[in-house]
Nanobody, 122 residues
Framework: QVQLVESGGGLVQAGGSLRLSCAAS????????MGWYRQPPGKQRDLVAIITRGGRTNVADSVKGRFTISRDNAKNTMYLQMNSLKPEDTAVYYC????????????????WGQGTQVTVSS
């Protein structure tokens, strides 16, 4: 059974940084493509960044140059380093196991964590 636990969110001023973590159990992070998604209030959930089994990464244009996705295989954990945060980055952030392992295209699986709230004040 796949379990994903997101953490690291919080309230930060514009220009600040946060690092989100996604601790996984029931799935090997390094053997899968894993993605970060976000859902602003009243909007749909969209892909932010993805890392494939082979380590290729892709990030959304809206966060390119500011967000970095990575993983720690020993800890079976994925991360999202978020720098130069903007108010429009405010959302609940979720991690997910991609249904396809070797693509940076989003094919979200059925297992979602509870999410972690990121709020960026202006």
């Amino acid at each position: 059974q796949v379990q994903l636990v997101e953490s690291g969110g919080g309230l930060v001023q514009a220009g600040g940084s946060l690092r989100l973590s996604c601790a996984a159990s029931g799935v090997i992070v390094s053997d899968n493509a894993m993605g970060w998604y976000r859902q602003p209030p009243g909007k749909q959930r969209d892909l932010v960044a993805i890392i494939t089994r082979g380590g290729r990464t892709n990030v959304a244009d809206s966060v390119k140059g500011r967000f970095t996705i990575s993983r720690d295989n020993a800890k079976n954990t994925m991360y999202l380093q978020m720098n130069s945060l903007k108010p429009e980055d405010t959302a609940v952030y979720y991690c997910n196991v991609n249904r396809l392992k070797d693509t940076t295209n989003p094919y979200p699986g059925n297992s979602w964590g509870q999410g972690t709230q990121v709020t960026v004040s202006s």
